[in-house]
C-alpha cells in the first residue's frame, strides 16, 4: 500500500518553547520497511515536520500490532525520509 496523504502522520507532542524535536504518530498497514524507505511522506513539509523529529509508527496489520519508533532524517513536501530506529517489542505475560 502506499502512503496517503488522507491518512498522514498525527502531531502528538510539540517541541517546548520550540527546541527540541516533535513527536508525531502514524498508523498504516504498511510495514516499517515500507514507511521508512526514501520519500514515503510526500507531504512532510507541509504537515510541519523537521529533521530530528520522531515518529512513532504502528504497522495496523501486523498480529501482534508492531510499533517502530524513527527519526526524520530530511523534510521536504516529496522528500520527506525516515530513519529506522528501533521495534518497541510486546510481552504480555500475565
Known amino acids: 500500500m502506499a502512503y496517503a496523504s488522507s ?3 498525527k502531531l ?3 517541541a517546548l518553547g ?3 524535536p516533535n513527536i508525531w504518530s502514524y498508523a498504516s ?3 516499517a520497511a515500507t514507511v521508512d524507505g526514501a520519500n514515503y511522506i510526500t507531504n512532510g513539509g507541509s504537515l ?3 529533521v530530528g523529529d520522531l515518529v512513532y509508527v504502528m504497522d495496523s ?3 501482534p500490532v508492531i510499533v517502530t519508533l524513527h527519526q526524520v532524517s530530511a523534510t521536504g513536501d516529496g522528500t520527506t ?3 529506522d530506529l ?3 517489542t510486546q510481552t504480555d505475560s500475565d
Open 86 to 88: 528501533t521495534t518497541i
Open 29 to 31: 498497514t504498511d510495514g
Open 7 to 9: 491518512n498522514p502522520p
Open 81 to 83: 525520509d525516515l530513519n
Open 61 to 63: 496489520d501486523a498480529s
Open 18 to 20: 520550540g527546541s527540541g
Open 48 to 50: 510541519g515536520m523537521k
Open 12 to 14: 502528538m507532542v510539540q
